[in-house]
């Protein structure tokens, strides 16, 4: 009986504590900012999504574009033009940030003119040899970490909408365990637009250019 008890109280404290994890509000934030597009009749932008499971985000409550949250911490960015304007707009778990218009257009300029080559493209694992085949089975050798950064993308033009993802991992080599997919992957027009992206998020994120919107 008490070893029941026992089981009850620990289930009944771990329901509590998942309970606790906040939803993760990425399909409402897309939604959102859909719909904003469709206002300013917009349809080619794309979104990616920056995350990486298991860490620890520690916010910082002296700091206005701090994100108090219980799920795991991550970040969009949204790159779309109107006219000849170019914008980027960050959002979080807590909410929008303030767009930001581009001197660069490279990212949209690039997403439009490579549209069909970024939907076939696939980055493949981290491979450090070829697959073997011994006693009918297919042996593969596919190096795997935990806690790398993920990233995700939504792509749209008129009609058209599709999602690609890879783990950062997978990009990556090393002397003494080569990864045979590392060039390859890297050369993919996906990757490209991704290597665009970071470099201009990395260099607002430097100047401090994001700021949280507040309701006042």
């Not at 076939?120 to 011994?134: F, G, H, N």
Request: net charge positive; charged share 25%; proline share 2%.
């Amino acid at each position: 009986m008490r070893k029941k008890l026992l089981i009850i109280i620990i289930l009944f404290t771990s329901t509590i504590i998942l309970g606790q994890e906040e939803k993760d509000t990425t399909e409402l934030l897309l939604s959102q900012f859909k719909v904003e597009m469709q206002k300013d009749s917009i349809s080619d932008f794309f979104i990616v999504k920056h995350i990486t499971y298991g860490t620890a985000y520690i916010s910082n409550p002296k700091d206005p574009n701090t994100c108090n949250t219980t799920s795991t911490y991550f970040e969009l960015y949204a790159f779309w033009n109107k006219g000849k304007q170019n914008f980027i707009q960050k959002f979080d778990n807590c909410g929008a940030f303030n767009a930001i218009q581009l001197e660069n257009s490279k990212p949209i300029i690039f997403f439009k003119n490579n549209i069909e080559k970024i939907k076939k493209d696939e980055v493949l694992s981290y491979k450090t040899r070829t697959d073997s085949i011994a006693n009918n089975k297919i042996y593969s050798y596919i190096s795997m970490q935990s806690h790398t950064p993920l990233r995700y993308y939504w792509f749209y033009q008129g009609n058209t909408a599709f999602e690609k993802g890879f783990d950062i991992h997978n990009l990556e080599t090393a002397n003494d365990k080569k990864n045979i997919n590392y060039e390859s992957n890297n050369n993919l027009t996906l990757v490209k637009l991704n290597v665009i992206c970071e470099d201009i998020i990395d260099k607002l994120k430097e100047k401090k250019k994001f700021n949280r919107v507040t309701d006042n």
